[in-house]
């Protein structure tokens, strides 16, 4: 491993030896997900970085729930949620039920509830 020195000026690591580690390279290169995989991938984290569809999200790890039900949760205004549950649908984050009149909101598999569970245990961790 080349060592490493601490730069005082920004308190960035940096490599002192410059050497690269081509073993290393090509075995993590093997696992690399390609760059449109990694573009997805952080269109879905950036779902999860808003509270309002946390909170959403978080509700319908909990039940089904229709939109009526979410404002009433979460005091906030239907269009505004519904804004929300669009982006979440759209994502193939969140799917729909219609049940005569009512549309029903749940998580569109058991995926996104890890996810949350997983972030919120590691927010917790002390």
Known sequence: MAARQRN???AVETCIT?????????AVDR??????ALYELADLFKLFGDSTRLGILWALSESEMCVCDLCALLQMKQPA?????????Q???VKARRDGKIVYYSLDD?????????GMEHTQES
């Open 81 to 89: 949620v519904s804004h929300q549950l669009k982006n979440l649908k």
């Open 8 to 10: 005082t000026t920004d």
């Open 91 to 93: 994502s193939r984050v």
């Open 31 to 36: 696992n690399m997900p390609d760059a449109v």
């Open 110 to 118: 058991e995926h996104i509830r890890k996810l949350l569970n997983l």
């Open 18 to 26: 410059k050497g690269i580690h081509k073993d290393t390279i090509r």
